[in-house]
């Protein structure tokens, strides 16, 4: 058995999640005594490249190739796929991040594989099964999955393993693939927001208001909080529908899924629909008027007060300390 992993990077620069699942990879390949490849797409510099070494990878496979500047996804399942194929990797890991999701089922096809999407521990592998814990039913339970191919792709949930250096620097090679046209139907232009906020996936910690702060005139509370704590923002899904936010802050079922080690949720009631996207959070602060919220049965923490009063003091507290 051996492993190959997808080094996503964002705008040349590798993100947390990278480290996260190189870490992730190397441990999988040490379950089988194995080495551990990694392959990276697009313009990253080589220093970069290099220091995936220190999370496990032993060589780097470097594809850098004007028509791949840009995430393609079909593109890129193709390079991943004939990438295992060239190192006889039957192991493909990747991150479950928003390229991830599309990247897993579209190599699980190109190389009959068996996918665990959501993954957010390692393989058990005794026996001869190989399972896979993963979350379910976004983010609501959580289902083993049994891969029983010779090759399996496994895409790890953001936040759900350690960043662990194991390694030192990893070789750098150059890999070509010849892409075809047909793999490039489908273009998505990269959007790109200018701000320096913290990345909502990424986040370690997240400050997320509802439909409780009354309006957007009140954001600049959740704001200077998530600013004191390097968290980033993110609301509920009535507030981003009524322009208070933008949707690209909007979590849950039918917007993004986070798994910080922190969620503070402000004013949200808590409904099934919120609590599909951020379920797999390690701790939940609630803030809610309201003792009977829902969200306080999920919450590890909670305050009952008014969110304009709450706020204020809180982020006294969080300035003094
Ligand atoms: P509300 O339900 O209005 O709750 C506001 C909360 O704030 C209440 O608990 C109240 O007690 C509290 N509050 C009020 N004033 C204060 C105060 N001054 N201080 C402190 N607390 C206060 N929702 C999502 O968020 N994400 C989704 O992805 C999503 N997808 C959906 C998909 C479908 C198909 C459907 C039907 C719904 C979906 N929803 C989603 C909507 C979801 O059902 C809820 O309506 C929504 O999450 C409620 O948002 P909210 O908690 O901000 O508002």
């Given at each position: 058995m051996s492993v190959l992993v997808y080094a996503e990077n964002a705008a040349g620069k590798f993100k947390k999640s990278t480290f996260e699942v190189v870490s992730y990879a190397k441990a999988v390949a040490d379950q089988n005594n194995t080495n551990l490849i990694a392959i990276s797409i697009g313009d990253v510099a080589a220093d970069d490249l290099a220091v995936l070494g220190k999370y496990g990878a032993e060589k780097v496979l470097n594809v850098s190739n004007d028509k791949l500047k840009n995430f393609v996804n079909q593109a890129y399942a193709s390079v991943i796929a004939e990438a295992a194929k060239a190192q006889g990797a039957d192991v493909i890991v990747l991150s479950n991040s928003f390229s991830g999701r599309g990247l897993a089922p579209r190599v699980g096809v190109k190389l009959q594989a068996g996918v665990a999407d959501?993954?957010?521990?390692?393989?058990?592998?005794?026996?001869?099964k190989f399972t896979v814990k993963k979350t379910a039913f976004s983010g609501k339970a959580f289902a083993t999955v049994e891969l029983t191919s010779a090759n399996k792709v496994i895409a790890l949930t953001p936040n759900s393993f350690k960043v662990v250096e194991s390694g030192n620097t990893a070789q750098v090679e150059d890999f070509s693939v010849e892409t075809?046209?047909?793999?490039?139907k489908a273009m998505l232009k990269d959007i790109v927001q200018s701000t320096d906020k913290v990345s909502l996936p990424d986040a370690e910690i997240v400050v997320s208001g509802g439909r409780g702060l009354k309006g957007p005139e009140n954001w600049g509370l959740l704001e200077e909080l998530a600013g004191l704590l390097g968290a980033a923002t993110a609301c509920s899904k009535p507030v981003s529908d009524a322009g208070w936010?933008?949707?690209?802050?909007h979590v849950g079922q039918t917007g993004i899924a986070v798994s910080p080690n922190l969620y503070i949720a402000v004013?949200?009631?808590?409904a099934i629909q919120h609590l599909a996207g951020i379920s797999s959070s390690k701790v939940i602060v609630v803030i809610n008027k309201?003792?009977?919220?829902?969200?306080f049965k999920v919450a590890d923490y909670g305050i009952v007060g008014d969110a304009l009063e709450v706020l204020p003091k809180l982020i006294a507290a969080v300035k003094e300390y």
């Open positions: 959501g993954a957010v521990s390692l393989p058990d592998q005794n026996g001869e075809k046209e047909s793999d490039f936010r933008p949707h690209s802050e004013g949200i009631s808590g309201d003792a009977d919220a829902p969200f």
